[in-house]
Each structure stands twice: as C-alpha cells, then as structure tokens.
C-alpha cells in the first residue's frame, strides 16, 4: 500500500485541524470508520495477523509484556496503543527485527494527510482518525503481528472494525467511563467483550463474578474457546518469581521489572494469550526475556533523574502512577503497601484528575497508606478536576489536603518541611498528568 509523499507542517497543527472535525454529535456506531476505511480501500484487510486487547485497566502493561515476548523470540510487532504520554508518535509502534521504534513525524503527517485528504471534510473524531492512519502505517510495513488496543469499551470502538483476529484478550473489567459505557459492571463487561469474534480464542483476566458471567456467554455465543485466568490457566508469586501453569505444563520464571502484584496477573496474562494461540510456538527463554524486559512507562515507574527529582526533598523516592479509577487507585495503594514492607517512608501523595473521575472512590485507596494528599491541577487539559473538589473528596476520608499550583510547587513546597526519614513520593491520579509530569522531568517515553 502506497501513500502520497508528506508535505512539511507541523504535527501538533495537523492534529488540532483534525480534532477540530469532531462531529457536532457523537452517534456511538461504526459508521463513519467503516466509511473511512471503505476510501481508503481497507487497509484493515491487509494487516498481519491481529491481537485485539480490551479491559478497563492493564492493557498497557499487558500488551507491553506481549511485545516484549515476541520481540524477544525474534517476530516483528506493530503496537497501537493510546493515549500517549508525552507524543503522539508513542501510539504507533513499527515492528522491525531486532525490535521495533515508534513511527516518526515525517510517517504520520503523510498518512494522516492522506486520511485527512480521502476524508474529505466529514465528521469523524481524532481517535478514528489516528486508528485509520495506524492501519495505513501498518499494511505497508511487514510484520508478524498486530498488537491493537481498544481506545474506549470495545463494541463501538474505532478498532473493532477486525474481523478476524487470531485472539482477543480481555484484562480485568471495573467501573470507568460509565457516561459511555453504562453504570453496572455487567454493561460495561458487555461492551468489552464485544470485540470476540467467532472462533478466536478468548484469553481473559481474572474478573468480578458479574463480568465474567457476560465474557464467558459471549464466547459460547461466538464460539470462541475462553481461557480464563484461574480456570484454565494459573499464575502465581512464589518466593519472588512468577509461577505459570496451565494444561501444557508449568513455568518458573523471574518477576516482571515492572512494579507492583498486579503485573504478574498482566504478564500471565500476556503469556497465556501466547500458549493460546496455536501459530506461535515460543520457548521459555523468550518468555522469560520478556517477563524482565517488558517496559511500560507512569506505572509504578519510579523517576531516578531528571528536573523534577532534583527539586524534591533531598533523599525522597518519586514514583509515577497514571491509575485514576478506583481499581487503579487499588494496584497502586497494593505496590505501595510492598514498598513500605520493604522500606518504611512517610508517604505523600500529589494527585491531579479529571472532572469526570470518581475522586471519592481513588484516593479512599491511599487513606490507610497516608493522610497527606497535595491536591494539584492538570496544565493544558479542558475538564480538569479543579483541586478545591479533589482537596474536598481526601478531607472527607480525614486526610490532610494541601493545594499546590503545580507538581513542581507541590515538590518545592515538601522539600521546605522537615522529614526524619526522606519522604517516598507518589505523583497520580490521571495519564494526562503523567505525562506531563514526564515532559517537565526530561524523561519522556523513548
């Protein structure tokens, strides 16, 4: 598939110009990617082989693990992932052997001109968009593999325009985004498990009772065979390392680099989905490879260097965490917990979110972990939590609550109070002020 040359323009205008074609009303359905993609003669059908990931938290992690799986048993994988942190390039990830790089300024300008272009005009949202141009970008470049994750829910999302993918992965389902996806558990699992399609394996995290009763009839619907976490498939910590077992036999493999007791669910996960797939026969080293390997960036991730470490308390820990729903409030207040077992620290906490989150139900997480929140807003987003109702929610659970302008007034002002023992730091409660965070400490996702 061949796309006309690229004209030099700046990316972020390009992006602002294609945001700004948003349809006066969302209408939730396929339609407009389906017509897209009819223009652009389909480049979905011309993809290699596809991995399609839902769920409400992990799928980052979870697909980072299945890359580094697979790039470590020699294969070439094509990752589209959102949002970014820090660049857009960060969603478009080309397979190359050896490993692969994120798409550069110059590949994406050519093919979201040539999206732009074929579109006409039309309404569309930038995220349908973006997945246009990532199938583009993908059907004309060799690869092995697809690794493609859903933006939001799963029926109506832009990605589920595959028919055929060779599985589909679900990570664990919670409350979130319910003013698009519904307010039980049992609806938003149905608009997860709506990207199964018939005869792909199924390979699903461990779930709340009320989910998984829906995943498990849309398998039998689609006839697709499940393989769920803790039925057919096991995975454990014992002494440290991760233990996998399921029919095929039992693996002992080192701990994920990536913090927290969640991730050896996200990389049993991840290997799981691998054994179910019969095209890949992938040895014990390449697992393990990918298990210590796997990267993913503002979960759990601790900042070791950078502008805003140096501006800190002299000695403290700063970690970086993008939860910002209640389960992800949950893993992150779990990885926490391990940490002060390890090595005890007072801890704070500095969080900034969205207007639409459930800040009530996040930090309720942190409340027997610290009582001292810095309530901070989120720069250059519309819809920011304004920190006087964040500081309003942690006063409800008796924590002490300060406001700050900034993460880097949050840390100057800690740096001024007097700490026996240096503070351990926890920055979070939104992706987008993880990545900003990112940016201003110089460390943004390579």
């Known amino acids: 598939m061949s796309l006309p040359a690229a004209r030099s323009q700046p990316l972020g205008e390009l992006i602002a110009r294609l945001a700004a074609l948003h349809p006066k009303r969302i209408d939730l359905s396929l339609d407009r990617m389906h017509r897209l993609l009819a223009r652009l003669d389909h480049p979905e059908r011309l993809l290699p082989p596809v991995i399609h990931v839902a769920g409400t938290n992990g799928k980052g992690s979870t697909i980072a693990y299945l890359r580094a799986i697979l790039e470590a048993a020699g294969l070439r994988v094509h990752v589209y992932t959102s949002p970014y942190l820090v660049r857009i390039n960060e969603c478009f ?3 190359e052997k050896g ?35 990532a199938f583009c970008l993908f059907a004309e470049h060799d690869a092995d593999v697809v690794l493609l994750e859903t933006g939001l829910g799963g029926r109506l999302d832009a990605t589920n325009v595959i028919d055929r993918p ?53 398998a039998n619907r ?12 096991h995975v454990g910590v014992e002494r440290g390392r991760l233990v996998y077992q399921d029919e095929r036999g039992l693996m002992d493999l080192a701990a994920p680099k990536l913090f927290g007791r969640h991730q050896f669910d996200n990389s049993g996960l991840a290997i799981a989905t691998l054994r179910a797939i019969e095209a890949f026969r992938i040895g014990m080293p390449a697992f393990e490879a990918g298990i210590i390997g796997a990267e993913w960036p503002a979960r759990m991730q601790r900042l070791v260097a950078g502008v805003l470490v140096d501006q800190g308390p002299k000695g403290c820990e700063i970690w970086l965490d993008g939860g910002h729903n209640a389960e992800g409030g949950r893993v992150a207040a ?10 005890s620290r007072p801890l704070v906490v500095i969080a900034g979110m969205m207007a639409n989150k459930d ?32 500081a309003d929610a942690a006063r409800a659970l008796g924590m002490r609550v300060e406001n700050a302008a900034s993460v880097e007034a949050a840390l100057h002002a800690l740096s001024r109070l007097a700490y026996e023992v240096p503070p351990r730091i ?18 943004p996702p390579a």
């Not at 040539?114 to 997945?131: K, L, R, S």
């Not at 039980?184 to 461990?206: D, N």
């Not at 689609?222 to 498939?233: F, I, K, P």
């Not at 779990?334 to 090595?343: K, N, T």
Request: proline residues 5%; charged residues 20%; contains cysteine.
């Open 93 to 95: 990830r080309l397979g």
């Open 99 to 133: 490993g692969g790089r994120l798409a550069d300024d110059a590949e994406l300008r050519r093919v979201l001109e040539h999206c732009e272009q074929v579109n006409a005009g039309d309404p569309i949202t930038i995220f349908e968009m973006e997945t246009a141009a």
């Open 166 to 218: 060779i599985a589909t992965v679900l990570t664990p389902v919670s409350m979130d985004h319910t003013e698009f996806l519904g307010s039980s558990l049992t609806a938003i699992a149905g608009e997860k498990a709506a990207i199964i399609k018939r005869g792909a394996p199924v390979i699903c995290a461990e779930q709340a009772p009320e989910a998984m009763s829906v995943i498990e009839a849309q």
């Open 222 to 233: 689609m006839r697709a065979a499940l393989h769920a976490a803790g039925q057919q498939w």
């Open 334 to 343: 779990a990885a926490l917990g391990d940490l002060e077992e390890r090595v």
């Open 359 to 390: 800040a009530d139900a996040f930090l309720a997480n942190f409340a027997g972990l610290t009582r001292h929140i810095v309530a901070v807003p989120i720069p250059g987003r519309n819809n920011t939590m304004p920190p006087d109702r964040l």
């Open 426 to 443: 926890l920055v979070t409660g939104s992706l987008y002020l993880a990545g900003h965070v990112l940016d201003i400490n110089g460390t």
